[in-house]
């Protein structure tokens, strides 16, 4: 499970037929407190948006979170984090 903060979003002009509506999030890892690389994120919320503090999981777990035969994601958003403590 990884934490971040949404950063952007990502415009494509083609996609996956099973990323169709699902959208592609910039997001900043949180990692110990620090800011670190940045990830392509897909939102199975729908909802996030820019400076949303969320918290994403990877691999296959990703891929499964749609419920699709087949969904290529690395990382997905899978809720929210209402208030972060540590100072970034």
Do not use: Q
């Not at 820019?50 to 777990?61: P, T």
């Amino acid at each position: 499970m990884y934490t971040g903060i949404v950063e952007g979003k990502v415009i494509s002009t083609i996609k996956e037929e099973n990323l169709m509506n699902i959208p592609l999030l910039i997001v900043r890892k949180i990692e110990d407190g620090k800011k670190k690389g940045l990830v392509v994120a897909a939102d199975s919320t729908r909802m996030a948006g820019e400076g949303d503090y969320v918290y994403m999981i990877g691999s296959k777990e990703a891929a499964r979170i749609f419920r699709k035969t087949y969904t290529p994601a690395d990382v997905a958003i899978v809720g929210f984090i209402d208030s972060y403590r540590e100072e970034l």
